[in-house]
Each structure stands twice: as structure tokens, then as C-alpha cells.
């Protein structure tokens, strides 16, 4: 079946540092999706892909569809506290949502 | 209120008790999903509704059973658990017809604990 390979599976990192995270799959989809989960809390999306190539920004976070549409990746600039959570990836085809396995980002103060 | 909402948070049954969890959306979407979302795992797909009709059940228990009586409301009962089914329940909902292709919108959760 369809799967998502995320990596890394979680980083610690110092407040203010940049961080990047990537998905990618054997399959193509049609688009790419990033969401973010808070502790005790249900997944929040954060971008949406929709082009091969594109490159969205929200914030400090950046996100791009990959050209070959199998990969994606995340980067958030300066890092803050509240960035801590997992972030997954998604990719939706076929009338379904894969969801990669995460990446749990800790901040170390 | 907006978005997706789930009750209880949290939710503490013994193996032999029977309860539900309720979802409801305020944002117009016709389709709903459960997923199960246990520690170091991966998001599990559920069920799915696509107007009140069921159109996916993922080799789930019997235990676990959904009801849908309208597109704004799901509920799953539960009835004689295990302890291995203890983990955050997530419900979601989208636009039926675009497959998902703006994202789910995701409710909080319930916390089950079955001990």
C-alpha cells in the first residue's frame, strides 16, 4: 500500500535554530499537506501544496511540493517554545490521506 | 461554536462497561472519519462516512461501532474493550467529494483509558 517515510522520527534542538523535516513516498500524490500537533490536542494544518515545485510560506515556516510530487519538505525558521509538538506530513491521492509517522520536535531551553 | 468538537476528553472505562464518543462539526463538511492515534504510531484510519452513509471500515473490532445519523454528528460506542485499545481518538471531517484534497480538520480528541 501507499506509505510515507518522515524523518527525521523527532529532533532536539536549541531555541532559535532552524529545523527541517521531509517526507517521501513511492507514490505520487496530488497534494501535499503539513500539520502540526500540540500536546493533549488533535493534528492542526499548517500548508497546503497543490503544484509540483511550489514553495508556501506561513510564518516562519516554509514548506515545498516536491518536482517529482513524491516528497515534501517543512523547514521553520528560529525556532521558538511553542513550536514543540509533531508535525506530520500528508499526502492526499485517490479520495484518501496518507499520514507519515511524524516528527516530534523538541526545544531544549 | 466552530470547528470540530469532541466529548469527552477524556474518558476512563473498565473492560466490561459500554460508553460513546460523540463528534460534531460546524463547518458544513460532509464527510467524517475516526481515527486512532495510539503512543509512537502512526495515525489509524477508522471508519469513514460520506453522507451519513458508511464507505470505509478498516478491518476494525466489533467492539468499536460507529453511528453517523447526520453529516454534522458521529459517534463511536464502545463495549467491552481491551487495555490495548487505551489511546487518543481523533475525529475529522472534509468536504465530501474533494477526497481530502484541502486537508481534514481535525477535533481535540478524547483521551480513552481502559483499565
Known amino acids: 500500500g501507499q506509505q510515507l517515510n518522515q524523518s527525521p522520527q523527532s529532533m532536539f534542538i536549541q531555541e532559535g535554530e532552524d529545523v527541517s523535516m521531509n517526507c517521501t513516498s513511492s507514490s505520487i500524490f496530488n497534494t501535499w499537506l503539513w500539520y502540526k500537533q500540540d500536546p493533549g490536542e488533535g493534528p492542526v494544518l499548517l500548508i497546503a501544496l497543490y503544484k509540483a515545485g511550489e514553495l508556501t510560506s506561513n510564518g516562519r515556516l516554509t514548506a515545498q511540493f516536491g518536482i517529482t510530487r513524491k516528497d515534501s519538505f517543512l523547514n521553520i525558521s528560529a525556532s521558538i517554545p511553542s513550536d514543540v509538538g509533531i508535525y506530520f506530513c500528508?499526502?492526499?491521492?485517490?479520495?484518501?490521506?496518507?499520514f507519515g509517522k511524524g516528527t516530534r520536535l523538541h526545544i531544549l531551553p | 461554536e466552530t470547528g470540530v468538537t469532541q466529548t469527552p476528553r477524556h474518558l476512563v472505562m473498565g473492560m466490561t462497561n459500554k460508553k460513546s464518543l460523540k463528534c460534531e462539526q460546524h463547518?458544513?463538511?460532509?464527510?467524517m472519519y475516526w481515527y486512532k492515534q495510539s503512543a509512537k504510531k502512526p495515525l489509524e484510519l477508522m471508519f469513514v462516512?460520506?453522507?451519513?452513509?458508511?464507505?470505509e471500515n478498516n478491518s476494525v473490532p466489533s467492539r468499536f461501532s460507529p453511528e453517523c445519523p447526520n453529516s454534522s454528528h458521529l459517534f463511536l460506542h464502545l463495549h467491552t474493550l481491551q487495555p490495548e485499545d487505551s489511546a487518543l481518538y481523533l475525529c475529522?471531517?472534509?468536504?465530501?467529494?474533494?477526497?481530502?484534497?484541502?486537508?481534514?480538520?481535525f477535533g481535540s480528541g478524547t483521551r480513552l483509558t481502559v483499565v
Open positions: 463547518l458544513g463538511h460532509n464527510a
Open positions: 500528508a499526502g492526499q491521492l485517490d479520495d484518501k490521506i496518507i
Open positions: 462516512y460520506n453522507f451519513k452513509e458508511q464507505t
Open positions: 475529522a471531517s472534509s468536504q465530501s467529494g474533494t477526497g481530502g484534497y484541502y486537508g481534514y480538520t
